[in-house]
């Protein structure tokens, strides 16, 4: 039998199910990474599992987003996860040693292995053979805990590349033009897979970018084959013993192919609000631009980062620009440091951040009222970037850098010959901000700061479900929009009761008022519901107001996951016409909820109207039961396992 190479990692990892496409399997993780947003709650819950030692081959908790410490609560959850992580066998990357996917991709990454980690762009993995997957905070508790991950296996899409990249065309093009193809819901329950003679023109970092921006598609991940190229990458990190080569078999069987002529691609923008609204950069005209920012996990490697000090040389931005630089992490601003290239960016005009995730989570850096802001991230939803009215453009920093110096989002063909850049053949090694766990922990105490308040546990599921529509929202809402995150509210990523106040705010701002006026209730949405990050926050925001169920179109992969291990009910609507009948506060009822889910047929009563819906639960017979039973947290008390 001949594999793709996504097949190959399956098969050595399947502890259950067989690899036929739409079924479920579980695979064992290797490792696993969690950042400070999401790690606060992935640790609280791996606590309350009792286990001594994480049981991975290695775990790494990263301090990455909640970096501004504008009161005690973001050094407080520092040293909870750091005192934790020393204590149960995780090392422990301290502020300031860059973001998680550009330090793991650097430091622990290891072609062939499984990686878990509670961040939507875990993907980046697959830029060194990886195969890498964004889960919630929970889901990654278990898999520490030595629980097996369970996926509905996906189907793989061949993306074929030919052909070389133009000058002054990035890999970044190369990803938004996937997203320009197939939209933010293309990639649901799919594996994107790189192939053809166009990979010889792609470097790691090249490499990452893509896989980074997969999750746009809603994939479950993205991968490239571990090659001469891979092996290079990690020599020069000094790694090369973890080097495995990787292929896919000839004639390996793909679901679906897409081809791609490098040649072919031009330097592309994905405008306001989403990343698929993808157009030429050559088609904008007359774009004054406000603001630039360079970095986050998608753009913020050696490469990149060299490129840019390389445009800026000797040049001056404007009066009216602020350009903004993060380094990914302490390898990549260590080395610009020590070869000038930092003084260079230093010199045009650029502020430097720390190498952290900072604005792309709307940590600092919100931009001015209105303004238009250039960005090299991955995500440019409504808000995000902490200015409402602010119009978000995703580029490549080619295109960054073009438009910081003209001032008008510029297509960087015109500034004439193309810088060229090469990977270094040996990084800059120092791992003084990764602290080792501890040989035996037991005398390790954790330290718990007042902000960390428990989480919210669900019920077993009795009798009939009732609730009013709390609210009726549209199509691709995102876990941005579901549960914000803004310096304001990420110091409250382990205070459940207070971000509650803001669930769903940016669409329905008497949404939490509702909740609790009507003790609970439904919510109603179009398709793709709660596409982008991984948070758990936006279920278990909805679980502390009393959310039973959400009746959509379709879901995203990891939040339908995330309802599911908190016991809300994910429903999607058999015909879609049925979304218009519903209305605001209409009352509806499921009777007998448990017996219905058990069946995979769920008819859901609108008393309101006197009509009725017929509704899946889109649930596996496992899912099922962690619905009946109150969550994967009672599934596990009642079954005495870790992972069911
Ligand atoms: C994001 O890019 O939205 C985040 C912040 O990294 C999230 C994780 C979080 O919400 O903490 C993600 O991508 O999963
Ligand atoms: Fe951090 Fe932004 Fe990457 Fe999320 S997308 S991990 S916030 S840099």
Not at 298 to 324: C, F, H, Q, R
Not at 423 to 451: C, H, T
Not at 496 to 521: H, M, N, Q, R, V
Request: glycine share 10%; hydrophobic share 40%.
């Amino acid at each position: 039998m001949e594999y793709t190479v996504a097949q190959k990692i399956i098969k050595a990892h399947l502890v259950k199910g067989e690899m036929i496409t739409d079924t479920e399997i579980a695979i064992k993780i290797d490792q696993t990474l969690t950042q400070d947003s999401t790690g606060t709650m992935a640790y609280l819950q791996f606590e309350a599992m009792g286990i001594d030692k994480v049981q991975t081959k290695k775990s790494v908790a990263y301090i990455d987003h909640n970096i501004l410490q504008t009161g005690p609560e973001n050094a407080d959850d520092h040293l909870y996860i750091q005192t934790v992580a020393k204590k149960h066998g995780i090392y422990f990357s301290k502020p300031g040693n860059g973001i998680c996917h550009q330090v793991h991709l650097e430091r622990f990454g290891v072609p062939g292995e499984t990686l878990l980690g509670s961040d939507s762009h875990t993907p980046t993995g697959g830029g060194i053979g990886m195969l890498a997957i964004g889960a919630g905070g929970l889901d990654v508790a278990v898999a520490m805990g030595g629980g097996e991950y369970y996926i509905t296996m996906p189907k793989i899409v061949k993306v074929n590349l030919s052909g070389k990249l133009s000058p002054w065309v990035a890999a970044k093009d190369i990803i938004l033009e996937v997203l320009r193809r197939l939209t933010v819901k293309g990639g649901v329950n799919k594996i994107f897979e790189y192939a053809g003679d166009g990979l010889k023109t792609l470097s790691v970092p090249d490499r990452a970018t893509i896989t980074n921006m997969g999750a746009e598609l809603g994939a479950t991940t993205s991968i490239f084959p571990s090659d001469d190229i891979t092996y290079k990458f990690l020599k020069a990190q000094h790694r090369e013993e973890d080097f495995v080569e990787l292929k896919a078999d000839d004639g390996a069987v793909y679901d679906e192919t897409v081809e791609i002529d490098l040649s072919k691609i031009e330097p592309l923008v994905a405008c306001p609000h989403s990343p698929d609204k993808v157009v030429l950069v050559s088609s904008l005209k007359d774009i004054k631009v406000d603001q630039v920012l360079i970095g986050s996990c998608t753009n913020s490697s050696y490469v990149d980062m060299m490129k840019v000090s390389k445009i800026l040389l000797g040049k001056n931005i404007p009066e009216d620009m602020s350009l903004a630089i993060a380094p990914g992490s302490k390898q990549v601003l260590n080395m610009l440091s020590k070869n000038g290239g930092l003084g260079d960016m230093i010199d045009a005009g650029a502020r430097i951040l720390e190498s952290a995730c900072g604005p792309c989570i709307g940590m600092g850096q919100a931009p001015s009222t209105g303004a238009v802001s250039l960005r090299t991230f991955n995500r440019n939803f409504k808000g995000r970037s902490g200015t409402t009215s602010a119009n978000v453009y995703i580029v490549s920093p080619e295109v960054a850098v073009a438009s910081a110096l003209k001032g008008y989002i510029t297509d960087p063909r015109e500034l004439g010959e193309a810088v060229k850049v090469d990977m270094p053949e040996e990084f800059v090694i120092n791992d003084n901000l990764i602290i080792s766990p501890a040989e035996d922990g037991k005398d390790i105490i954790v330290k718990r700061g007042p902000n960390i308040k428990p989480f919210p546990k669900a019920k077993e599921l009795i009798g009939n479900v009732t609730g009013k529509i709390l609210t009726k929202l549209g199509d691709n809402i995102t876990t941005d929009d579901i549960m914000p995150s803004n310096a304001k509210l990420l110091p409250f990523r382990s205070n459940i009761p207070y971000l509650a106040e803001f669930c769903l705010t940016p669409s329905d701002a008497e949404f939490p008022a509702k909740a609790k006026k009507y003790d609970g209730g439904i919510i109603v949405a179009g398709s793709n519901y709660g596409q982008g990050s991984s948070r758990e926050h936006a279920a278990l925001a909805p679980l502390y107001l009393g959310v039973k169920v959400v009746l959509t179109k379709s879901f995203a992969r990891i939040h339908k996951a995330n309802l599911i291990n908190n016991a809300i009910i994910p429903l999607v609507f058999n015909d879609v016409k049925d979304y218009e009948d519903i209305d605001m506060m209409d009352e509806l009822v499921i009777e007998d909820a448990a017996n219905q889910i058990k069946k995979g047929l769920v008819i859901v009563k609108n008393i309101t109207k006197g009509s009725e819906y017929k509704t899946l639960p889109e649930v596996t017979q496992r899912e099922k039961e962690m619905l009946i039973h109150g969550g994967l947290i009672n599934l596990m008390k009642n079954k005495k396992k870790v992972g069911v």
